[in-house]
C-alpha cells in the first residue's frame, strides 16, 4: 500500500475514544501525494469557501482564484448575482481573466478575442470562418459558453462545490445556521458590513493547512501562545460545541466589547452577555462571532506545507464605514492581527515537527483537545481510504 494513504489501522486508532485515539500519521501533512489525494476526494466533493462577496463590490467585478490548482472566476452579474466560472476560455483553454477588476460587461480572452456575458455566455468569436467572418453555420455558440460550477453565497462567504456531488448547500449549512440563529436573528445578520478600513489581511503558514485548522479549533494554547489574550478570556472562560458532520468549534463567556479610549460599536440585539463564538466549518472556514462584530477566515491550502489565510473583518451599519469609527476599526484590527500572528510559529512548528521519525500522529487531551480530534476523524473518514 502506498505510503501516503492512511491504513485501516491508522484511521481506526484515530476513531478511537479520545483518551486512546492518535492523531493523524505525518504523512497527511508532508507527503505531496497525500495533498493531492485531498485535492481529488476530500475539497472537490464537498462544499469549500473560495472567497468574500464584498471583494466584487459592483456588477461586472470579477476575481480571479486558485483553488487547489483549479482556475475560477468569481463574477457578479448584472443582477448583483455572484457566480462561480471556471476560469477558461472555451476556444483554447487559456485563462481568461488574471487580475480582479470590473469589466464592461463582457469577459474577454486576452488570447483570441473570445467574449463571454456575465452570465457565461459565448457572445463574440471574432473571425471564426476567416477575416471579417466572425460566425459559422456549424458552431453553436450557445454550446461553448462558460462552464459554471455550483456556488452560493453564505455570510459573505462564497462557497463552492466542484464535483456537483455536495448535498444542497441550505442542507450543509443547516446545522450551523441553527447555532448562529440562537446569537442573532438573520434581519440582524443582514446589518453587517465589511470594514471600510482596517478590514483585511493574508497571512502566510509554512505549515499544512490542517495544522491552521486544529490549531483554531481549541483554546488549549492560550496561556502560551496568547498570553494577553488569555488575561481577558481565559482558557477556563472557554467551552467547546459540535455541529453533525459540518462544524466544531469553541467559545468564551468573557468577550468585553468596549475599547479603551474609543467608541464602542453598534452592538446585535438580545446578544447573549459576553459570549463570542468561533466555529470552523469545515472544511476550509472560520467564523468569528461576537456582540459587536463579525470576522472570517478562509484557508486555502497552497502546497502540503504552505498555507494562506484570508481575514475579514465586519461591523454592523454605519460602524463599518463611519470616520467616527476608524480609530476603533484600527484598534480591533491590530488586536486580531496580533493574535493570529502569534499562531504562525507553532503552526510551523508543528510542520517542522512532523518530520519526525519518532512521532506518530501524537495524543489528545480528553478535556482540552476534544474539536482537534473531531476534525482528524472528519479527515480519516472522508480521505484517508480511497486507494490511489
Request: aromatic share 12%; hydrophobic share 35%.
Amino acid at each position: 500500500m502506498n505510503d501516503f494513504v492512511l491504513t485501516k489501522e491508522a484511521v481506526d486508532q484515530i476513531n478511537q475514544e479520545i483518551g486512546n485515539a492518535t492523531g493523524l500519521p505525518n504523512c497527511a501533512y508532508t507527503s505531496d501525494a497525500y495533498f493531492e489525494l485531498e485535492q481529488q476526494t476530500l475539497f472537490k466533493d464537498t462544499w469549500v469557501c473560495i472567497g468574500n462577496a464584498c471583494t466584487l463590490s459592483q456588477p461586472g467585478s470579477v476575481k480571479p482564484v486558485s483553488f487547489l490548482g483549479s482556475p475560477l472566476l468569481m463574477v457578479r452579474d448584472t443582477s448583483h448575482q455572484i457566480r462561480v466560472f471556471h476560469n477558461v476560455c472555451s476556444h483554447r483553454g487559456n485563462e481568461l481573466v488574471w487580475e480582479s477588476g470590473v469589466c464592461d460587461g463582457v469577459i474577454r480572452c486576452p488570447y483570441h478575442g473570445w467574449a463571454y456575458g456575465l452570465n457565461g455566455e459565448l457572445r463574440a468569436t471574432p473571425h471564426i470562418g476567416g477575416i471579417g467572418q466572425h460566425d459559422i453555420d456549424a458552431f453553436d455558440k450557445s454550446n461553448h459558453g462558460l462552464r459554471e460550477a455550483r456556488s452560493q453565497v453564505w455570510m459573505d462567504l462564497v462557497f463552492t462545490n466542484l464535483s456537483g456531488l455536495a448535498p444542497p448547500f441550505d442542507e450543509f449549512i443547516a446545522p450551523l445556521q441553527q447555532r448562529i440563529d440562537t446569537l442573532a436573528s438573520a434581519k440582524e445578520l443582514e446589518k453587517l458590513e465589511p470594514a471600510a478600513t482596517y478590514g483585511s489581511l493574508t497571512i502566510r503558514f509554512n505549515g499544512n493547512w490542517k495544522l491552521d485548522v486544529e490549531n483554531n479549533l481549541e483554546s488549549y494554547h492560550l496561556p502560551w501562545v496568547h498570553p494577553e489574550l488569555n488575561r481577558i478570556s481565559r482558557i477556563e472562560d472557554h467551552y467547546c460545541f459540535f455541529g453533525g458532520d459540518v462544524f466544531a468549534g469553541q467559545g468564551s463567556k468573557a468577550y468585553e466589547h468596549a475599547q479603551p479610549n474609543q467608541p464602542s460599536f453598534p452592538t446585535f440585539d438580545d446578544w447573549p452577555a459576553k459570549v463570542s463564538e468561533y466555529p470552523t466549518l469545515f472544511p476550509n472556514v472560520f467564523l468569528g462571532l461576537h456582540c459587536d462584530h463579525y470576522w472570517t477566515r478562509i484557508v486555502e491550502p497552497v502546497a502540503k506545507d504552505q498555507t494562506l489565510d484570508h481575514f475579514q473583518l465586519y461591523y454592523l451599519g454605519d460602524a463599518a464605514v463611519s470616520e467616527r469609527y476608524e480609530g476603533a476599526r484600527k484598534c480591533r484590527f491590530e488586536a486580531w492581527v496580533k493574535v493570529f500572528n502569534e499562531d504562525v510559529g507553532v503552526i510551523e512548528g508543528m510542520q517542522r515537527g512532523r518530520q519526525s521519525l519518532v512521532f506518530k500522529g501524537g495524543i489528545y487531551s480528553p478535556v482540552m483537545d476534544e474539536p482537534s480530534h473531531y476534525f482528524a476523524k472528519w479527515i480519516a473518514n472522508r480521505a484517508a481510504l480511497q486507494d490511489y
